[in-house]
Every structure is written in C-alpha cells, then in structure tokens.
C-alpha cells in the first residue's frame, strides 16, 4: 500500500510558479512510477506530467518548457514545479503513483492516488 499526500496548491497570478509536493508512504516508493494528473471543472482528469524511477520524465503537450517533474527517493516525495502558469492551469492536481517502472498517460493504470490539491491561476 502506497498512501499519497499532496501539498503547495493555491492562489497564484498568471505568468507566476508554484511548486506542488507529493508525499509518499511506505518503503517501496523508488519502484512506483510516479505522475501528476489534474482535473479542471466539467472536465476529465487528465495526464500532465510523469516520471520513472530512474528519472525519464514525459509531459502533456499543453505543459512541455513550462512544467518540470522530480523526484528524491531518499525523501519518498514527487514535485511538480510549475512556471508561467495560465488560467487553463488552473485545476485539481492529484499524485498517482503505478506498480511498475513505466509512465503511462492512462489514469486507469495508476493504483495509488492522493486527495488532490487546488490550483488557481488568477487573470
């Protein structure tokens, strides 16, 4: 069992950067792949960024040169740096980790997820 807990969302200008946080539970994290999907209103959730254990990482096209994924192993946490945000960021973003050692863009792969926290991006 992997328990996810997501920190740093809130109120932020456009142009501006946040950071988000991706605690993790349990002693097995360096062998999830780890991904950040986000869920605006009306919509479906969707794939935003991803990394392997070994540090391959893939982007949703609407994020690629403004988002960067990271992990520390050692810290059992994901980060999601976020630059030049626009008002289409904004969202619920929500961790996910998967079993396995590939990212995928499927939300249906993943088993662990955490409650997800607020992203506004203000005009």
């Known amino acids: 069992q992997v328990q996810l807990v997501e920190s740093g969302g809130g109120l932020v200008q456009a142009g501006g950067s946040l950071r988000l946080s991706c605690a993790a539970s349990?002693?097995?994290?360096?062998?999830?792949?780890m991904a950040w999907f986000r869920q605006a209103p009306g919509k479906e959730r969707e794939f935003v960024a991803g990394?392997?254990?070994?540090?391959?990482?893939t982007y949703a096209d609407s994020v690629k040169g403004r988002f960067t994924i990271s992990r520390d192993n050692a810290k059992n946490t994901v980060y999601l740096q976020m630059n030049s945000l626009k008002l289409e960021d904004t969202a619920v973003y929500y961790c996910?980790?998967?079993?396995?050692?590939?990212?995928?863009?499927?939300?249906?792969?993943?088993?662990?997820w955490g409650q997800g926290t607020q992203v506004t991006v203000s005009s």
């Open positions: 349990g002693s097995t994290f360096s062998t999830y792949a």
């Open positions: 990394r392997t254990r070994s540090g391959y990482s």
């Open positions: 996910a980790a998967r079993g396995s050692s590939a990212v995928v863009t499927t939300l249906l792969e993943y088993n662990y």
